[in-house]
């Protein structure tokens, strides 16, 4: 059994880890950076450690730091949380050879799913519903011509090493394309050093739609449903939910039969996200897969009950899943998560600074996970997000009444914070309905201008 | 507003016999007070004390930035000892540049690099510090005097931690 | 339908008032004393209104004030709350002929669960287990004598018009009847302006279980399941939870019909609760019935999945019980409440002052009810609750746990709470087997004396 | 406003004899304090002083303290007039002593009690706060000249809310 298990990581992420060791009587190790010294996960771990300067390169993503942090801390693991090293196939194998547990896949695994084209691959041989696409890197502008019209236009060209948007082109007919794909090479390999590209079928009005498994070290996969995150900006998901208005149980059971056989097949143990594509007809295909917890976790734990964090570390640690879970995993209910960043609500610009007054919302069918407080000062070194509200109820439109209501029964003072923003959203027709897709935030930017405009 | 703006104001009302200012300019907000604090942190409504401990707080302090951040922690739990000398006394305090673990000599049962009194010049090599099984060797940077050494040897140390007190020469 | 809801109240009751009329889209109407200016109802409400100084029989407890609120707003109903006015007949029959909703019972039946005796009578007929007693008050000491050999000693005299312990003698024997029966009627008649006592069975280690009803305005009753509430100080309730685990499933079927059918039969409607003594064989006697919501409602609501104060308010709108509640009431999984005073948790004096730091709980399993926040000011005047945490589980162990962690990652500086007390009744053996009965805190302190003397 | 603008204010404070200065141009906002505090120091209960202020504000309300207690309290959104006039300009204040709604005259049509600018002696019905279908008349416990009324005829108003302002004989 793991007695001590190091977080290396900050902020709401830090805390929940806390909260999932708290639960099963392990201690913990916080690390920080010198600007995250008033840092809550700093008070609540049993032990914290200072590693670094506040930039993270320095500290948080300092591999020798954390490592040496849980030598001298004896701590026998490390729970990577969501970005810094929590994807980082690297450290997963220093992990491995210092004989340090990382409460995470493998790093062979990670590494494989870190690769999307090979990881495309690898689950598409198992059946799982791909983007017709290129096999692979496309190497020239022929082969690229030749691709295009195997797949239909429009397409998308990506870099094979890439994310978040950059070295991607959309390109809508035959002419279009020698210009593209040259840019996407260029773009790739200035961004990622790879200059590596495929393609894809391009859908217009894509919902993004996200699966939960569970793996343990002995080779069952479990599938917990899906989640819906499509309301997002530039690629950053802003709320979430599940279910997904547009799954059905049937394609929810037949999606999760396909994931299961396929990770299992590939080794997959831990926690891991499987994220699709939506297009307008509701067929699903995959992206990619993430090798971590996801920020939007506790949609799924509240419409399944089970808590996945600490199903992370007993997976760890060594158990299967017959024991962690249920026999049957039941959706019940409908759950809502809205971020709520320290940003500008209309321009997004981060907004770093002190948290004069933080009172977060409470009551019925409300969950909170946050590391802020009134007084805290919001470090300009990291992410933005300063806490994120769930709300819970028996159908999706209690879930809504509630969180419209815990956006107006809380307050944040001193930054700027996305929740007129959600506000918003939880008031849009169109949202209510479950009719939007990727698009969604952009128009509503759009319909609030054009309200303006007429008053 | 910039920082050279706000040392104005506080040069202006230093010169007169104003005890409070505030201004609000632009995305920029300042609050200027001075005078009998005590009084402020005694018998008062609460929200005084709010507004007044953590000066002008909104805009200034993300200017301030967090730089060379006050040692005082919340809850530095694994640093056994903290440093009492400082600066102010004239010592230079030798912060561990790493994590890891303290040793005052080169091998089980070697001298000490430095003892306490040794005089040490810009260089010199004070300890090691071990991280993930490599001897990192640390080295004074400046001349003087050993006057104080906080870590015991085999003693884990986080960043920034004090390992040593040095008195430079000639101060 | 309700369109405005004028609160009676403050703290955290008053915000979890406005929470279910923002859930059902009602505005509502915050009144406040002079001290509670900077207090969250006054915030969060859509309007709000002052009504008179800090002391409450001068504002909270002042009717005509109250009355000319809710005319002066327009507001068509009024939701008392506990404490006040909540079970006040007089002001509940102000409103009847102000044609003012009251959400409560009617006046009558507030009037008749008001007399303990009576109320004791009028369920007994109905098939509800009573403690063995005197029918009614008993006038002469020969009278006494007569009662407390048929019902068998020990016996307790208790004040007919009483309440909180004043007024109380028990008597373990016919030597000691005589001053007893004296001393209660004289401490009666100077704490209730009424000297009439009744007799009663007295229980040595009784446990406090008590079932949480609903009625609507159409003859039907339901009774939603029991909450264990043995944990208390002088009949202050501490921390409370569902279900008891003396309780299983055929007794809370038995004893919900019984109340169903007693209470449909007086008329009874909105919430309340049936509060009940049980043996040390298990066997439950009613006491009391309190007409209206409870501070540790919150418990039910997370096993049932029931908002009782939304039905609270449904119900005072004329729907029936039918469009309220599912069809089968099911309990699932463990809610435990801890009552966070700001009180010194050894002596437990009031600590009034400045909160100055307040970090709520949050995370999975755990809901909070509160209305304080950092920089807020606990007012001398009202009653020291400061928040309850709420945390629930797929099973008391996982409750227990939670709440464990709840109290440790939390803050509250500046006032003394309840916050370490429930932290050793959370670590205590007796109570995670579910052994003790009211003496429990009073056996807590003495074993915490008993270790220091050791120590 | 510039900062030019703002040292000069100060200036021209600090040759005054004015004890604060507040100015709002445009997007700019400046207060200037001087002399002691007197005021913060009252001994008033701490809830009564956070009662006084116009808490939401930020930065400034702490500092104007409590004084006489201005109405813009965070919500009392049933209030839609406060009074301007303090004590400080020598005027009463007549609050309302209960909820109700504001009555100028003993019946529609009649005259006013009072109207602005009339003497009133001690005792005098100023007007009728009706709650509950009760007339409750409101005397005025001072003689003097009425110099503001705040509240509309069959306006509601709340505890403690200003109706009147009276200059005192001889004030």
Redesign the interface.
């Known amino acids: 059994m793991i007695q001590k298990i190091l977080i290396a990581n900050r902020g709401e992420i830090a805390?929940?880890v806390?909260?999932a060791c708290?639960?099963l009587g392990i201690r913990t190790?916080a690390i920080y950076s010198?600007?995250d010294?008033?840092a809550?996960h700093?008070?609540?771990a049993?032990?914290?450690?200072?590693?670094?300067?506040?930039r993270s390169a320095e500290?948080y993503l300092n591999v020798?730091?954390v490592?040496?942090?849980a030598?001298?801390?004896d701590a026998e693991a490390i729970h990577p949380g969501y970005g810094f090293l929590a994807e980082d196939a690297a450290f997963a194998e220093v992990c491995e050879v210092?004989g340090v547990n990382f409460i995470g896949p493998r790093s062979d695994v990670i590494r494989l799913m870190g690769d999307k084209a090979r990881a495309r691959k690898a689950v598409a041989a198992a059946g799982v519903p791909v983007l017709p696409g290129s096999e692979g890197p496309v190497e020239t502008e022929a082969e690229a011509r030749k691709e295009a019209e195997r797949i239909g236009y429009p397409v998308i060209i990506k870099a094979a090493a890439g994310g978040g948007g950059r070295g991607m082109r959309i390109v809508r007919n035959a002419r279009e394309l020698e210009q593209s794909f040259h840019q996407a090479r260029h773009e790739a390999s200035a961004s990622f050093q790879c200059a590596d590209v495929y393609l894809e079928k391009y859908i217009q009005r894509p919902r993004h739609i996200e699966f939960q498994v569970l793996g343990d070290q002995h080779g069952r996969v479990v599938s917990l449903g899906e989640r819906e995150c499509s309301i997002q900006r530039r690629h950053q998901k802003l709320l979430e939910e599940a279910p997904s208005p547009r799954v059905d149980a049937a394609m929810r059971a037949e999606i999760g039969k396909v994931l299961e056989t396929a990770l299992s097949r590939v080794g997959y143990s831990n926690a891991g996200t499987v994220e699709f594509l939506m297009d307008e007809d509701g067929k699903l295909y995959f992206i990619e897969m993430n090798a971590r917890i996801q920020v939007e976790h506790?949609v799924t734990?509240s419409v399944t009950?089970i808590?996945l964090v600490k199903a992370q570390i007993r997976i760890a640690d060594g158990e299967p899943l017959d024991a962690i879970l249920p026999e049957k995993i039941e959706i019940q209910g409908h759950a809502i998560e809205c971020r709520i960043n320290a940003e500008n609500p209309e321009t997004f610009a981060p907004s770093?600074?002190?948290v004069?007054?933080?009172?977060?919302p409470?009551?019925?069918?409300?969950?909170?996970?946050?590391a802020a407080?009134?007084?805290w000062?919001v470090?300009?070194y990291y992410d933005s997000l300063l806490a994120k509200f769930i709300a819970t109820g028996?159908d999706r439109t209690?879930a809504i009444?509630?969180m419209?209501?815990a956006l107006?029964?809380s307050?944040v003072?001193?930054v700027h914070t996305t929740i007129p923003l959600h506000s918003r959203i939880m008031s849009d027709e169109d949202f209510a309905l479950g009719n939007f897709d990727t698009r969604f935030i952009e128009q509503l930017q759009q319909k609030k201008k054009a309200a303006s405009t007429v008053g | 507003m910039n920082l050279d703006d706000i040392k104005e104001l506080l040069k202006a009302v230093t010169d007169s016999d104003v005890t409070e200012l505030e201004v609000e300019l632009d995305e920029a907000k300042v609050r200027i007070r001075r005078g009998a604090p005590e009084r402020e942190s005694a018998p008062q409504p609460p929200y005084v004390v709010v507004a007044s401990g953590?000066m002008p707080?909104?805009?200034t302090?993300?200017a301030l930035g967090?730089g060379p951040?006050p040692q005082p922690?919340?809850?530095?739990?694994?640093s056994p000892e903290t440093p009492e000398a400082s600066e102010d006394d004239g010592l230079t305090l030798v912060p561990s540049p790493?994590?890891?673990?303290f040793y005052e000599s080169s091998a089980p049962g070697s001298p000490s690099f430095v003892e306490v009194g040794d005089k040490v010049a810009v260089g010199q090599v004070l300890c090691i510090i071990e991280?993930?099984k490599?001897m990192n060797e640390i080295e004074s940077e400046v001349a003087g005097v050993v006057v104080k050494r906080f870590v015991a040897n085999a003693q884990?140390?986080?960043?920034?931690?004090s390992l040593f007190a040095i008195r430079p020469v000639g101060a």
């Open positions: 805390l929940r806390i909260a708290k639960d190790v010198q600007a010294r008033e809550l700093v008070r609540y049993d032990e914290a450690l200072c590693i670094g300067p506040p500290s020798p730091a490592i040496s942090a030598e001298i801390t210092s506790p734990e009950g808590d770093a600074g002190k004069t007054k933080f009172l977060p409470s009551g019925i069918g409300v969950r909170v996970e946050t407080y009134s007084g000062f470090p300009p028996r209690e009444t509630r419209k209501r107006e029964m307050v003072e001193g | 953590a707080a909104g805009v302090a993300p967090p951040v922690g919340p809850t530095p739990k694994a790493i994590v890891g673990t991280a993930m490599l884990p140390v986080e960043y920034g931690q």
